[in-house]
C-alpha cells in the first residue's frame, strides 16, 4: 500500500509520527525564538544573519510542508483541496505573509514579526483547543447575550464618569474615548490607576462599573465552566456506551438500560501487572473488561479473564471481603460499577441481578475453574432467551 506524500508529512505512517511531530515543534520554538532575539537592539551581524537562516529554514520547512499537502493524490477521492480547509488556510497564514511583507518593502524587522502566525499551527494539535472552540459554539448564544451586557455597562459607564468627573479632570475624562478607556480597565478588573475619579458621583459609577465586572467576567467564566463539563460529560458517554457495548454480558439490554448503566459505569485504563483487586479487601464495586486481560489468582491454578467478562461481584452479592487478588496481564480497559449503583440498577432490573447470581453461584460452586469460561456460557444464556 503506497502511502500519499502528506502522509508521510503528517505522521500518518506511525513509525514517523512521533517524530515527524517532534521535529514540527522543534522548528516552531526555534523559529520563535529566533524571532524573538532577532528584536534585541545590540545584536552583533553575524548573530543577526544566523538568526535570519534559521528563520528561512523554519519558513523553509513550513512551506515545504503546505506544498506537499496541497499535493494533488494519485487517486480522486473527491476530497477538497487541502488549501481550501481550515488546517490548510492555517498553514497558508503561517507561509505566504512574510513573503509578500518583504516584498512589499516592510522591513526585515517587521516584517518577520509575521513569524509569530507560526503559532497558530498549534490549534491543528492541540486537543483542548478544539474542545473550546466546540465549547464556544455550543455556547455561543449565552456568551453573546454577557457580551452584549458587558457592552451595555461599558458605555454607559463611560458616559456617566465623562458627565460626572470632566469638569474636575478635563486632562484624564475631556472626551468620551478617555473615559472608554476607563471604563475597559475598571470593567476588567485590572485599574492601571492612570484614570482615577475624585468627585463622590465619579467614586459611586466606578464601585457600580466594577460590581459589574466581576459580575459579567463571572458569568463568563461559568457559562464556559459549565459548557466544558458538559461536553467533558458528552464525549465520556460516547466512549462508555461503546465500551458497554463490546461486552457480551452487556448487550442484550434495551438502550434505556445501557444508557442508564453507562452513566453509572467508570472508566479505568491499567497498564500490566496492575493489581486490581486484592484478596481480603472489602468490595465495594464490580468489572467489567472491555479490553484487554487479566489473571484471578485463585487455587490450583490461576484462571485467565478477557473482554467480555467481569469479576468482583461476589462481594458484592455476599457482602464480603474480596476472595482472590486479580492481576492485569495486558494493558486493560475496566468499567467499574460501584455498589450503590449496583444495588439500585438490579433493583430495577432483576433479570440482570438474578444472572449475576446465578454466575456467581456457578464460579463458587466449582470452585472458581469455569470461571474462564462462565461469562461466555452466561452470554448464550441470555442470547437464547
Not at 524573538?36 to 544566523?50: F, G, K, S
Not at 503559532?119 to 472552540?133: C, D, M, R, T, Y
Not at 463622590?200 to 461559568?222: E, K, N, S, Y
Request: charge should be neutral; proline fraction near 5%; hydrophobic fraction near 50%.
Amino acid at each position: 500500500m503506497s502511502l500519499h506524500v502528506d502522509d508521510l508529512l503528517a505522521g500518518r505512517s506511525p513509525f514517523r509520527a512521533g517524530t515527524y511531530r517532534l521535529l514540527q515543534y522543534a522548528v516552531l520554538l526555534v523559529g520563535l525564538a529566533a524571532m524573538a532575539t532577532m528584536t534585541m537592539p545590540a545584536l552583533q551581524p553575524a548573530t543577526r544573519a544566523w538568526l535570519e537562516v534559521c528563520l528561512w529554514a523554519a519558513l523553509g520547512f513550513f512551506a515545504a510542508e503546505l506544498v506537499a499537502k496541497c499535493w494533488p493524490r494519485t487517486s480522486d477521492d473527491g476530497a477538497p483541496n487541502y488549501l481550501f480547509t481550515g488546517p490548510g488556510l492555517i498553514d497558508a497564514l503561517a507561509v505566504l505573509p512574510i513573503p509578500f511583507a518583504l516584498l512589499a518593502g516592510v522591513p526585515a524587522d517587521t516584517a518577520w514579526l509575521l513569524a509569530s502566525l507560526w503559532l497558530l499551527k498549534l490549534a491543528a494539535v492541540v486537543p483542548g483547543l478544539s474542545l473550546l472552540g466546540r465549547v464556544i459554539a455550543l455556547e455561543a448564544r449565552p456568551l453573546g447575550s454577557v457580551l452584549v451586557i458587558f457592552l451595555i455597562v461599558l458605555l454607559l459607564g463611560s458616559v456617566a464618569l465623562y458627565v460626572a468627573e470632566r469638569a474636575a479632570q478635563a486632562e484624564r475624562f475631556g472626551s468620551l474615548p478617555q473615559s472608554l478607556w476607563w471604563a475597559v480597565t475598571t470593567l476588567t478588573t485590572t485599574g492601571y490607576g492612570d484614570a482615577v475619579p475624585i468627585t463622590f458621583a465619579g467614586r459611586l459609577i466606578a464601585g457600580i462599573v466594577m460590581i459589574c465586572g466581576l459580575g459579567v467576567f463571572g458569568l463568563w467564566t461559568g457559562i464556559l465552566a459549565t459548557g466544558f463539563a458538559a461536553e467533558h460529560r458528552r464525549r465520556d458517554f460516547v466512549r462508555n456506551w461503546n465500551l458497554v457495548r463490546r461486552v457480551p454480558f452487556l448487550r442484550d439490554l434495551d438502550p434505556a438500560a445501557v444508557i442508564e448503566l453507562t452513566r453509572m459505569l467508570r472508566r479505568i485504563d491499567l497498564a500490566e501487572r496492575t493489581v486490581v483487586v486484592r484478596r481480603g479487601r472489602p468490595g465495594d464495586c464490580m468489572y467489567f473488561i472491555a479490553a484487554g486481560e487479566v489473571e484471578v489468582q485463585v487455587e490450583p491454578q490461576p484462571v485467565r479473564l478477557g473482554a467480555g467478562a467481569f469479576f468482583g461481584e461476589i462481594s458484592l452479592l455476599e457482602g464480603g471481603p474480596r476472595t482472590a487478588t486479580v492481576v492485569t496481564t495486558a494493558p486493560s480497559t475496566l468499567l467499574i460499577l460501584e455498589v450503590s449503583d449496583f444495588r439500585a440498577f438490579t433493583a430495577l432490573h432483576p433479570d440482570l441481578a438474578q444472572a449475576v447470581e446465578q454466575e456467581a453461584a456457578s464460579r463458587a460452586g466449582a470452585g472458581q475453574t469455569t470461571l474462564a469460561t462462565g461469562t461466555a456460557g452466561l452470554a448464550d444464556n441470555r442470547a437464547d432467551k
